[in-house]
């Protein structure tokens, strides 16, 4: 498999991410909505329609740049709004609803597994179509799984920062909850620092390696596949 051509991985991605930053949002607002806050639900914004979730930053402009720099698409979407006044334990449930998001990215990947193991069984027949298939679900593993990684960094305003608030006692969960306006800021940082590939690569690695190989893939196949739709370089 050589490696796409930039309309292919345009192709290739864009399913896999918008779904996974859609569905991220969603779930966030969906699970909010059962805990007592219909903010989302009132605001048009628990809908899979990508249109409802689109930021001109995170959904155009960072989406073109990494195509055209970087060789695939990321990005995010337009957060869901949550009142956390609304909800019946808003400690506890934050954190519940925080943990969605990430939760939504692993069950996504699963499902692109499985996509996988569909596409595999066409080869023989269609080889194209199959190829194409088992591309578009290593692409959706590899970003659901980016998401959820990322997220659950334990530093807010990550979902994982989030998380870790819900779960601490007071005070330490308000000391934790004051360093939510400089959260990207450290996010930043490290990323500059190369710490935080340190941190999360293992993980996004160890996680990838399992739902390919459940998926019928060798770790062959899958350097390939990634070199070819640009995820990791020419």
């Known amino acids: 498999m050589g490696e796409f051509s930039t309309l292919q991985k345009i192709s290739v991605w864009v399913l896999p991410v918008l779904f996974a930053i859609t569905v991220h949002e969603v779930a966030h607002g969906w699970v909010a909505s059962r805990l007592g806050d ?108 980016i998401l959820m990684v990322l997220n659950m960094l334990p530093l807010p305003p990550l979902d994982g920062g989030r998380v870790l608030t819900g779960l601490l006692p007071m005070p330490y969960s308000a000391s934790v909850a004051r360093l939510e306006p400089y959260g990207f800021m450290i996010l930043i940082a490290l990323l500059l620092l190369g710490i935080l590939g340190k941190i999360i690569w293992p993980v996004i690695i160890f996680f990838m390696l399992g739902f390919v190989h459940f998926a019928g893939l060798s770790t062959d196949d899958l350097s390939v596949i990634l070199h070819a739709i640009g995820a990791l370089g020419s």
């Open 38 to 145: 219909m903010t989302a639900k009132m605001q048009g914004r628990l809908t899979l329609n990508p249109f409802k979730h689109i930021d001109p930053i995170g959904t155009v402009l960072i989406p073109a740049v990494t195509i055209l720099l970087a060789g695939f698409i990321f990005g995010y979407a337009k957060p869901v709004p949550v009142t956390y006044q609304n909800l019946r334990h808003p400690k506890r449930d934050m954190a519940l609803v925080a943990a969605a998001g990430p939760l939504s990215n692993l069950l996504m990947a699963s499902l692109w597994a499985l996509w996988i193991k569909f596409a595999i069984l066409l080869y023989d027949n269609y080889p194209s179509v199959a190829l194409f298939m088992i591309a578009t679900g290593v692409a959706g593993i590899f970003v659901n799984l």
